[in-house]
């Protein structure tokens, strides 16, 4: 049977973390009533003009100064035509001739390990569509226009992944980048975050790219590795019956696991760019771009270098620190207020994450403060609470980020340092549990385990396991 090779390129759309609109002042925030972020500019109607948000622009140089593109210093807006009920104006401004950044590239890991440039043909800026909302009951759809003219930036990647896990490793790194910039959230689920995949198979040794599909409607990591398997399976079992296969769009059903035709290449309409009359040119003087470039913030990369001699964390602590912006400005804030690095790396890596898991949440919906996590690693660390009240203590943190101070004096949970009244409990365990004394004193070292535990369970867990232990070998 020949040997396939798959050849992925993709187009990432990113929309924006600005608070308003990219050519006019209604808010971008995701959710409200339908139609009620609008204007007369956002829904299209004659004679209105687009004013550029600043913003827009300097967030789409530190994501391309980000990914080692070359800023375009003068470059300007086009007019991309397409008639479409949710495209109010009949059609988008967007950059075709002179986008902003061209030719950059960033590293991903490969599953063997090694490092792989993804090459980044351009990232232009653009405004966004509104969405179409169908309603079967009726047999209509209706139109919110609360997302027209949310900032966009396009990143258009060369074909250079080979693989579903390459092409996750380029989404996350990519992600994350924008993530440590400010420049968006990223949440796939919301769409602000959304990847259209560009697939097309060739045999092992082939110079010449075979024909491409592009396929939409992906809105996760999980569906996207999904849709890569399924297209590629699909074209190479065309290729394998002796048919073509047809340069196409084509929408992706997750539930399904199948993507079907959307319309050919032959039915896409001409776009017919031209300029955009109502947008001046954008000049970058080297002043503005050097001014951006001075506020780049550290991103994943360095952090893990410096979290490693710092901080003095192995490595695997600080990749997961670093994986998410969140987790790394909980730990940097959480550690300058109690100056215990590995004490707030450990809670962030085992309770955390243990808690995120089980709630299926993601690190950016943490919502503790790290004031309250310090506060409860100190409690632990001056022995006012013990460990596992520490843990029930951390989850009301976790939940509602409850004063932990506060919390313990309400809930009567401070440890018990009481020597008289500790002695009294261990004199009487001791005087209820003849067995495990004698298992104890016949070289059974094991049974003061239990003795520990019936002591705890007797103090309602209120008690320093350390002191108990040392009390219990002391009478023993």
């Given at each position: 049977m ?23 002042g209604c ?19 004659p ?33 991309k ?15 075709l ?7 950059g ?9 090694g ?34 003219g ?7 990647s ?17 992600r ?10 990223c ?10 995949v ?9 110079k ?6 592009e396929m ?47 319309r ?21 003087s ?40 969140k ?41 503790f ?19 596992s ?6 989850e ?58 019936q ?22």
């Amino acid at each position: 049977m020949k040997q396939y090779e798959t050849v992925i390129g993709l187009e990432v759309h990113v929309e924006l973390a600005t608070k308003t609109k990219i050519f006019c002042g209604c808010s971008t925030e995701f959710g409200g009533a339908p139609n009620t972020h609008t204007c007369p500019v956002c829904t299209g109607m004659p004679g209105s003009l687009p004013v550029l948000n600043k913003q827009v622009v300097e967030y789409a140089i530190a994501v391309g100064l980000a990914t080692n593109c070359e800023i375009t210093q003068y470059c300007k807006f086009d007019r991309k035509n397409y008639f479409y009920p949710d495209n109010p104006q009949n059609y988008q401004i967007s950059q075709l001739y002179l986008p902003i950044c061209r030719n950059g590239g960033i590293e991903i890991e490969t599953e063997e390990g090694g490092e792989k440039t993804i090459g980044i043909h351009e990232i232009h800026m653009e405004e966004d569509a509104g969405k179409l909302v169908h309603d079967d009951w009726n047999d209509s759809s209706l139109v919110d226009y609360n997302r027209s003219g949310v900032p966009l930036i396009e990143i258009v990647s060369e074909p250079d992944m080979r693989s579903a896990q390459e092409v996750i490793a380029y989404l996350d790194k990519l992600r994350m980048i924008i993530q440590y910039l400010g420049a968006s959230d990223c949440k796939l689920q919301e769409g602000s975050m959304r990847a259209d995949v560009n697939l097309s198979v060739r045999e092992v040794g082939q110079k010449e790219f075979g024909t491409r599909t592009e396929m939409k409607n992906l809105n996760s990591f999980k569906a996207i590795a999904r849709a890569i398997e399924g297209e590629k399976n699909r074209q190479i079992d065309l290729l394998e019956a002796g048919e073509k296969v047809i340069q196409e769009t084509r929408r992706w059903d997750d539930t399904k696991e199948y993507s079907y035709a959307m319309r050919s290449k032959e039915d896409a309409q001409d776009y017919r760019y031209f300029p955009e009359p109502d947008l001046v040119p954008i000049l970058i003087s080297d002043e503005w771009l050097q001014e951006i470039r001075s506020r780049q913030p550290e991103l994943r990369t360095e952090k893990l270098e410096r979290y490693k001699k710092e901080y003095e964390i192995p490595e695997y602590d600080a990749r997961i620190l670093t994986s998410h912006k969140k987790l790394a400005d909980l730990f940097e804030e959480t550690t300058a207020l109690c100056s215990q690095p590995k004490k707030v790396s450990n809670w962030l890596m085992v309770e955390t994450m243990r808690l995120l898991k089980e709630h299926e949440m993601e690190p950016d919906q943490l919502a503790f403060s790290p004031e309250n996590l310090a506060k409860l690693i100190q409690m632990t660390e001056r022995k006012e609470i013990n460990s596992s009240v520490a843990k029930k203590v951390f989850e009301e943190i976790f939940r509602d980020d409850v004063d932990p101070e506060r919390y313990v004096e309400e809930q009567g949970l401070k440890t018990v340092s009481d020597d008289g009244a500790l002695r009294q409990t261990i004199e009487k365990v001791i005087a209820d549990n003849p067995k495990s004394v004698e298992d104890y004193h016949n070289g059974k070292t094991k049974a003061i385990g239990f003795l520990v535990g019936q002591t705890m369970k007797a103090m309602q867990g209120k008690a320093d396991p350390g002191m108990v232990n040392q009390i219990l070998k002391e009478l023993l």
